[in-house]
């Protein structure tokens, strides 16, 4: 899992769950684990997640069962009311992840097919990996990978991830997901006047 800002610069990774785990429950554990040191963000900001985490507070999700995919809008005409406008505009940002990852998987081949080490060494390889990544973004390096991912790519539709797990969305409380159902309401009407 990965928080990245707005200049595809990894903020913060964690490396080494083993198997297949919902990204939520990754998220949970990670939040729960203080040895992971996890960055929540302050009470006035929030991450843009897709659609398998809890929209809670601090982690701004878009509306379910409304267009989002970038695609969707290319091939489907404008965006027709709030929660589509807001959708899109929210894909547009949370893009950047999708092509931080990009650059990352291209740039390192070993992270789409892990080599036989052992599990420790490929955790090591994976940090690397992110801490070369941020290393050559910051110096502000003349890359090619870095501007081929600087236009929007597209988005991979996962339906497996649309539906959240009850479990973890019981980890927060209620009020925190009350809280950033109005807030996102308040985003979409605002940027509904402004596109409509």
């Excluded at 490396?15 to 684990?33: C, F, K, P, Q, Y």
């Excluded at 999700?61 to 409304?66: C, F, G, H, S, T």
């Excluded at 005409?77 to 291209?106: P, T």
């Excluded at 797990?165 to 402004?194: G, K, Y």
Aim: one cysteine or more.
């Amino acid at each position: 899992m990965a928080v990245c800002d707005f200049d595809m610069i990894f903020r913060f990774v964690v490396v080494g769950w083993e198997g297949i785990a919902h990204d939520s429950r990754v998220l949970t554990e990670t939040i729960r684990n203080p040895q992971h040191n996890f960055p929540m963000p302050p009470s006035e900001k929030y991450y843009l997640v897709d659609a398998a985490y809890t929209h809670t507070q601090g982690f701004m999700a878009p509306y379910r069962n409304v267009r989002y995919w970038l695609s969707d809008f290319r091939s489907g005409g404008k965006a027709v009311g709030k929660e589509e406008i807001f959708n899109q505009c929210h894909a547009r940002l949370r893009n950047v992840i999708e092509r931080a990852f990009g650059v990352v998987k291209a740039r390192f081949p070993i992270l789409k097919r892990m080599a036989p080490y052992s599990f420790t060494t490929q955790t090591k390889i994976v940090m690397t990996c992110f801490s070369i990544h941020n290393f050559l973004r910051q110096i502000s390096v003349a890359d090619r990978l870095f501007s081929e991912y600087d236009n929007e790519v597209e988005l991979e539709s996962d339906n497996a991830n649309q539906n959240q797990n009850s479990t973890t969305s019981s980890f927060f409380a209620a009020s925190d997901q009350e809280f950033m159902q109005q807030f996102r309401n308040q985003i979409a009407n605002e940027l509904f006047q402004v596109f409509s």
